[in-house]
């Protein structure tokens, strides 16, 4: 079955510790991103990419970064400068980057730092 | 700046009627979603409305007045099932999704 996988589900991680989560497709899709969800918000953007070797700046990009060198994989880096990285991250695709799209998300990460 | 406001908790019983409302105020309009997401998974499609109107989808419905930036889901013979955060998101004039903080829905016995 097609579908979106994030991995690990859950991590800890010490301040001052960068942390990698990954984030996998295989629907196909061009577009991917990443969101942060807290308690009482939505959805923020954290950055997206529309193509392979190539991607954007969300809302709220200080203290994260990522790439994207094969269309099936977005791995988001979380740095030891995004000074609250307790949250939920979600990964999403869609088939373009343009347009009205509906995304199809990944179960989640849950990052908490210690 | 752009808003959308949703209710945060919603309590109704199984087998009635819910109606979830969504105001927004946007730099423009692409068209409107709804998503349900159960507590720790991935947010799931529900419905996309860019015309006003009326879109009904089995026991989900969803409506949409632009000239009044108003929307609403409507959930009939609720389920447990049912329960979970339903999330509005509106499409902008740049194509940029702006998310709804999300409505929580307990359903009760």
């Known amino acids: 079955d097609g579908g979106i996988t994030q991995s690990p589900k859950y991590l800890f991680r010490k301040e001052g510790q960068n942390v990698t989560l990954s984030c996998e497709q295989n629907?196909?899709?061009?577009?991917m991103y990443w969101y942060r969800q807290d308690p009482g918000q939505g959805l923020r953007l954290i950055y997206y990419?529309?193509?392979?070797?190539?991607?954007q700046k969300g809302d709220i990009a200080e203290g994260y970064s990522v790439s994207r060198e094969k269309k099936e994989s977005f791995p988001l880096t979380v740095t030891s400068a995004q000074k609250n990285p307790t949250a939920f991250y979600l990964c999403a695709s869609s088939p373009r980057g343009t347009g009205a799209n509906v995304l199809t998300f990944g179960a989640g990460s849950r990052l908490t730092v210690l | 700046g752009q808003n959308i406001d949703q209710p945060t908790e919603m309590t109704a019983t199984e087998g009635a009627i819910v109606q979830i409302n969504c105001t927004y105020q946007?730099?423009?309009?692409?068209?409107l979603f709804w998503y349900q997401q159960h507590a720790g998974e991935a947010p799931t499609f529900l419905s996309y409305n860019v015309l006003d109107g009326l879109e009904e989808k089995g026991r989900f419905s969803s409506f949409l007045s632009r000239s009044k930036g108003y929307s609403y889901l409507l959930l009939k013979e609720l389920q447990m099932k049912d329960s979970a955060s339903y999330l509005c998101?509106?499409?902008?004039?740049?194509?940029?999704?702006?998310w709804g903080a999300g409505t929580k829905l307990i359903i009760k016995p």
């Open positions: 990419s529309q193509i392979v070797n190539d991607f």
């Open positions: 998101a509106v499409l902008d004039s740049n194509y940029q999704l702006i």
């Open positions: 629907l196909n899709h061009d577009a």
């Open positions: 946007t730099s423009g309009f692409n068209g």
